[in-house]
């Protein structure tokens, strides 16, 4: 029986979140970022955030790189210590933060170039990150109580405007795309009751994750490594589906499950594979679900896992013990 609390709130408040975001999203926001990319002064877009905000970018990433763009997507911690020369003037920064004041953000302001052009996705407009940014995108979701979801997928939606932006989408055929994630969303969580009894009947018994994906999946199969573990204290794995044949194949044995996230001939050739092998296995099509909200609609399965787990386990998911919302620590 789920234990319900603050992340199961927060789960359930994901479409009003989404509709608050795409009700704040102004064109104007980007609109400078747009003009200096468009008069070719940039030699390269660098996105950049951790945990959650790191994977939300990875859609936008992948599209800016199928429009031929030099696009760089590192985290954070990375970009200060390892390849802090890519935050010189001849760079567009995406950041993407939550709170908009982890030691990594706070970090990077402190060293990047006073001309690093800095755009900002961000839920926190008092944040350092919004207050020194030159662009801000807010999310307007609103509290949140640990684990990252309503963030999550309204950071999504801000990525998915800003990346229609810079490649010139017209406003309102971008708005419309949108708007259909919250209605989506919804009509999944309305029986969000009977998506976690099915997800731990599935689960009963196991002891290894996987949740795998391909492309702009990765989002949400990235993401569910770092939610499965946060909110029920278990282990759990996000990769790519690729990746998942070399080296964890030799892992599968009756206990281990892995849902496949895609609707292609590759996700369900893996689901039989697995299966075959001695493994348990799922896919989540995402069917009649528009490209670009996909990437929010896939992390609605993964969440329900960890509802599920945490209730097999007998607690409450996403409650912290030792984690804080905000990571202050490098």
Request: glycine share 10%; aromatic share 6%.
């Amino acid at each position: 029986m789920v234990i319900e609390g603050g992340y199961l709130r927060d789960i359930l408040a994901q479409p009003a979140a989404l509709a608050d975001t795409l009700a704040g999203l102004d064109r104007a926001a980007v609109r400078d970022a747009v003009a200096r990319v468009r008069d070719e002064r940039f030699a390269r877009v660098v996105l950049t955030g951790m945990g959650g905000s790191y994977w939300a970018l990875y859609p936008l990433w992948l599209r800016l790189l199928e429009l031929g763009w030099n696009a760089v997507l590192v985290e954070t911690s990375e970009l200060i210590y390892v390849v802090p020369g890519l935050l010189d003037t001849r760079t567009l920064l995406i950041v993407c933060s939550q709170s908009g004041r982890s030691a990594e953000i706070v970090r990077l302001l402190d060293l990047k170039q006073a001309e690093c052009f800095t755009l900002a996705v961000t839920n926190t407009p008092d944040s350092p990150l919004a207050r020194r940014a030159d662009a801000v995108v807010l999310t307007r979701a609103g509290e949140e109580y640990t684990v990252s979801s309503k963030t999550y997928v309204t950071a999504l939606m801000a990525l998915a405007w800003v990346g229609d932006a810079l490649e010139g989408v017209d406003e309102g055929e971008s708005r419309d795309a949108l708007a259909r994630a919250g209605p989506a969303v919804a009509e999944y969580l309305a029986d969000w009751r009977g998506q976690v009894a099915g997800a731990e009947a599935e689960l009963a018994g196991v002891r290894d994750v996987f949740v795998l994906g391909r492309g702009p999946s990765l989002a949400a199969a990235g993401t569910a490594g770092l939610i499965i573990k946060e909110s029920t204290h278990l282990h759990g794995e996000g990769m790519s589906a690729a990746a998942f044949r070399h080296g964890p194949w030799e892992m599968i044995h009756p206990a281990l499950y892995a849902l496949v996230l895609g609707a292609d001939e590759r996700a369900e050739r893996l689901v039989s594979d697995i299966i075959a092998t001695g493994g348990r296995a799922a896919q989540f099509r995402g069917a009649g679900v528009p490209a670009p909200v996909r990437p929010i609609v896939e992390i609605l399965p993964v969440e329900m896992l960890t509802l599920a787990l945490a209730s097999l386990g007998g607690r409450e998911a996403g409650k912290f013990e030792r984690a804080t919302k905000v990571t202050t620590t490098e």
